[in-house]
């Protein structure tokens, strides 16, 4: 299988962003039972990362990567984060 570089991936996509997204399970049970997990969002080409253990903090960690790529959110995605986040 060949390997792209960055660059590479750039000429064949152009404005693309890549991001890897590692989910696991704790080995501690919430309340309830329900088994709780956490993760972590890596931005590829800079490596910045980010721990989460909601799934909100995603889209969070990836808007600003998206507004540089020109994407805005709709006005229905800006009231749904709005609302949930006053839960």
Do not use: C, N
């Amino acid at each position: 299988m060949d390997q792209l570089g960055e660059a590479d991936v750039g000429r064949i996509q152009p404005h693309t962003d890549s991001f890897i997204i590692k989910v696991w399970l704790s080995e501690q049970r919430r309340e309830g039972g329900r088994v709780g997990w956490h993760g972590r969002i890596t931005h590829v080409p800079s490596g910045h990362r980010h721990h989460f253990a909601k799934m909100k903090d995603v889209a969070v960690f990836i808007t600003p990567y998206l507004h540089q790529l020109g994407v805005r959110p709709t006005l229905g995605w800006r009231v749904r984060r709005w609302l949930r986040g006053r839960r």
